[in-house]
């Protein structure tokens, strides 16, 4: 089973998530996707705010995913962007899921729920996260991180053929990651 928790403005039809789940399912994975209710806007830098959208998101994904048998699937594999890593994260730990974790640009507060599992892709001109942060997080966790170079927070830098050409290195971790 994969579970693909997008971001607020990031949904699951972007480049990041629509290549990972076409990856997944190609590696036989059934695919869930969870949505979100509307969620405040003006979170970036206001941690208030990031909390309520993290707590509202979560308690819609509790709700989502309720019929779900974790137990029932040999692998379970979560793939989150922004603060749906955050969601992931707290969601596999609250209720003991032993799910691999892919994370796409975390945000800070994420890392008060994501533990040693996974990977963490970053690029380091994204204003949402300091990458000093997250490289030191990511290496208090053992957490292998893949930063890509000048990449905002939806791992684009603004030139296409860059662009296509870092998708498809991220794509190739990604691969290597869901084929463990």
Known sequence: LAVIFPGIGYHTDKPLLYYSKKLASAFGYTIREVRYPKLPSG???NK???MEAFETASEYVTKQLSDVDFSLWADVLFISKS???AVAAAYALRHSIP???IYYTPVEESFLAIGSEGIAFHGTADPWARTE???EECRKRGLPL???AG???SLETGNVQEDLKNLAEIMRRTEEYIRI
Request: avoid cysteine; proline fraction near 0%.
């Open 146 to 148: 893949y930063e890509t």
């Open 99 to 101: 799910a691999r974790q």
């Open 43 to 45: 979170i970036k830098g």
């Open 83 to 85: 603060i749906g890593t």
């Open 133 to 135: 942060v997250i490289e």
């Open 48 to 50: 208030d705010k990031m």
């Open 151 to 153: 990449a905002n927070h």
